[in-house]
């Protein structure tokens, strides 16, 4: 039989009670209080000898009483009217990721059962493998490597002799194997994404934290024109990239692109908690003032809502808005997401707001998400409302944008108004600029109610020739509009309807209000020089009148879209005089086809400005 350097014994008699936690057990001459491998300190004496200390207990030399013996930190019973129990290895190892044979080994003619129970590092629940016994002697367990991965192993064992039940371990306070990785073992699971960004980590405890050895050795000999690397500064406001990014730590986020959908790891052990909070493992990371890049430290998925924060050393309930925005920004490849779940492996921006702070990541893996129904409408009402700015350029996009009101905001920034994440790499960056001392960047920026109207500036970064659309237009209080101001000329702006900005354009503003506030705030402000008119009927079937006006000649093109924002028919694309004019839409495409019942929009382009209106198909 093959025999595990960590070899577990356990000797019972009849004289344990059922159910018992294994922790101190007694004989006639003797008693024996496990020690700290088990959970303990301890003490163990008898007629003939005294020991002191902790079980197991040190390896060399062989120590007898005239009732049992110890050998070499092994004991072995002499008579079987004496009971002791222990467990002889320490209750963290490392090991290889190997077949390993666990053993408990047990006195008396009768036979013993014993299950094996185990759980992965971050899993609160346990999996149970029966044990087999080898009669009057031991009981084994054939670990496979399998079981042995780089989230580690946690495990304890419950021993059924002749029905009295023992523990060996407890949930609370399992047996642990760190698993010990080599550069292949130690790899992304998943290769990175064929040339594009991604905000990464390493969750493994490596020997070496050199940039070098950890991605050089898998993506080849460093040339940007195949991979990229680098590492936010708060302290820089800027990205440093290889050689000169930050040492590889767990928990330390990075920016990286390669070519060829290849992976990057290293050698080292699984992770493991830093520190105890409330009776649960938690991971520290030191965070700066501003945007931190960080990177879940674990090998499994973590809840944004199970992590926790320290404000100077004071670790503080939920996630306070006077330390941090309560936003998580993952980026997909494309753009920023706002996460609930933290990947594995994958990195993140968060804000902080103040010095002196750290972040706790939980050794607990993240829930399945619940099944819900999105709130599809959101806020709305004249006393809060948001609309959402997305600017695409070049595949990539900046997503996820709110301008609106609330009855808790104020003027100026304040805690409603989320930073904007620094721009990605190559990637396009849309933020506001709120009024008031604080300047900085802002994702969202909501404002009090006003009943007239009210501007938000905007700023483009990175961008290259692109397109700007706006939704949920349809929130904002009747009777107001919105329009995009820039380079001079303003233009209405309709619901999802891509309006061009050019790489010059450097910033912009959004204004939203009633057709007084427009007309007063600039002179320079166009009047409303064409009018759009509900479809008459609505609904309808089959056809219906569009009528518009427009009061100076111009080019004017009248379109019809789908539910899916594609163009199913041109009513008209020409140059027309100004007056009042009719279209009619028998509900056919292009190719004459008739359509099926539903929603469908709308839209006339005349000069610069844009409008749509919904209507309704029905069969």
Sequence with gaps: MKILSVFIALILCLGIPASTTLGQSQSANFSLAAGAAVGGGGNSSSAGHGISGGIPLPGGGTSFSDSYGVIGGVASVLSASNATAFYDAASVEAVPITDRILEIAYLGAATASGTLYYRYGGQS??????????????????????????????????????????FIGTPGEPYIFIVEMNNTQGRRPSAMPNARYRIIG????????????????????????????GSYEAGLD???????????????????????SKRYGAPGRSMRPSMEYDGAGYYRVPLEQGWNQVANPFPFDIAWDHILFEDDGVVQTGHPVDLLDDAAYWYDGTGYQEVSTIPAW?????????????????YREAPP?????????????????????????????????????????????DELDFAEPPPPPEGPSLAFSPPGEDRRASRTDI??????????????????????????????????????????????????????????????????????????????????TF???????????????????????????????????QRIRTLVDDRLPAGRFVAL???????????????????????????????????
């Design 125 to 166: 629940s346990y999996q149970s493998a029966g044990m087999t016994d080898h009669p009057g002697s031991v009981l084994t367990y054939a670990l496979s490597s399998n079981l042995l991965t780089n989230r580690g192993l946690e495990y304890y064992f419950e021993v059924d002799f002749y029905g009295s039940i023992s």
């Design 238 to 260: 800027s990205v440093v990239e290889y050689p000169d990014a930050s040492p590889v730590y767990p928990g330390r986020g990075y920016w990286l692109i390669a070519r060829g």
């Design 346 to 362: 994958d990195g993140f921006f968060v804000y902080i707001k103040k010095s002196n702070a750290g972040t706790l990541f939980p």
């Design 447 to 528: 404002r009090p109610p006003f009943v007239d109207g009210a501007l938000w500036n905007i700023v483009f970064k990175n961008c290259g020739k692109g397109n700007l659309r706006v939704f949920d237009l349809d929130r904002i209080p009747a009777g107001m509009s919105a329009w995009l101001e820039m380079n001079g000329s303003t233009i209405l702006l309709p619901e999802n309807v891509p309006v061009q900005i050019s790489q010059e354009i450097h910033s912009a503003r959004l204004i939203i209000g009633t057709d007084v506030f427009l007309a007063e705030r600039d002179s320079h402000l166009p009047r409303l």
């Design 369 to 413: 998400p619940l099944a819900f129904i999105a709130d599809s409408e959101g806020p709305s009402g004249d006393n809060e409302w948001t609309v959402r700015l997305r600017f695409e350029s070049g595949g990539l996009v900046d997503d996820g944008n709110l301008a609106g009101v609330s009855p808790s905001a104020r003027t100026g920034a």
């Design 202 to 229: 390493l969750p493994i405890e490596t020997e070496s934290h050199s940039v070098e050895d950890v991605f050089a050795d898998d993506l080849g000999s460093y040339d940007n024109t195949q991979w990229r690397l």
């Design 531 to 565: 009018l759009l008119e509900q479809n008459y009927p609505n609904p309808f079937n089959p056809t219906t009148r569009i009528a518009y006006s427009i009061s100076e000649p111009g080019y004017v093109k009248l379109e019809i879209y789908n539910v899916l924002g």
């Design 585 to 619: 839409w028998e509900g056919k495409d292009d190719r004459g086809n008739g359509v099926t019942s539903g929603v469908y929009f709308y839209r006339i382009k005349y000069g610069d400005m844009l409008e749509q209106r919904k209507m309704v198909l029905l069969k």
